[in-house]
């Protein structure tokens, strides 16, 4: 996907969201707690493991946008990806990677409870939307474990791309427990 703009960014992001809810929706609470042989996590876990992911990119935009506002560095809105990004997410894109230990999930929330978290990771996104078109991000970053140092608008791209990602993997998860 191509990404020109901040507003590309939140409009590919809010399609992949729509994707996310509309693989969840209609699972029933036996599907979403199945795990299937071969699996780590079940759906609700994976849920879960979004809505944590989702959180932490939040605040991790919300950081680096500080230190672009007191950089005061203007921006016309446009963004571009650094090639490293774009080579990390060719090299990730079929790739099974094991996830950091502090975003795991607890087994404990539900999906309708990891969706509200998800919600106010939405929510404070589009608070953040106005700044993040309006100064400067590339000076400031934060590392990713596989990507490396990603500015906020790439933390912003990896938002929806980790959303679009495990939307795949909860359908072929599905597929296996619907069997």
């Known amino acids: 996907m191509r990404y020109e703009s901040i507003a590309d960014i939140y409009s590919a992001n809010q399609k992949f969201r729509d ?14 707690t199945a ?14 493991h979004v809505s944590i992911v ?16 007191e950089g005061n560095i203007p921006s016309d809105g446009s963004f571009k990806l650094s090639a490293n990004f774009g ?5 990730i894109a079929d790739t099974k990677v094991e996830a ?3 975003v795991h999930p607890t087994g404990e929330v539900s999906i309708g409870q ?3 978290t998800l919600a106010a990771a939405t929510e404070a996104f589009a608070l ?3 700044d993040l078109e309006s100064y400067d ?3 400031h970053t934060f590392p990713h474990p596989f990507f490396g140092p990603l500015n906020a608008g790439e933390w912003l791209v990896m938002a929806g791309l980790h959303e679009h990602r495990h939307a795949a993997q909860i359908e072929r998860l599905l597929a296996k427990v619907r069997g």
């Open 19 to 32: 994707e996310f809810a509309a693989t969840v929706s209609g699972i029933s609470p036996d599907e979403a």
């Open 35 to 48: 795990l299937p042989e071969g699996e780590k996590w079940n759906i609700q876990q994976i849920v879960e």
């Open 54 to 69: 989702g959180s932490g990119i939040s605040q991790i935009c919300a950081k680096l946008l500080a230190g672009a506002r």
């Open 87 to 91: 080579e990390r997410a060719a090299a």
């Open 100 to 102: 950091p230990e502090r």
């Open 114 to 116: 990891a969706l509200a």
């Open 128 to 130: 953040l939307r106005p």
């Open 137 to 139: 991000l590339s000076a």
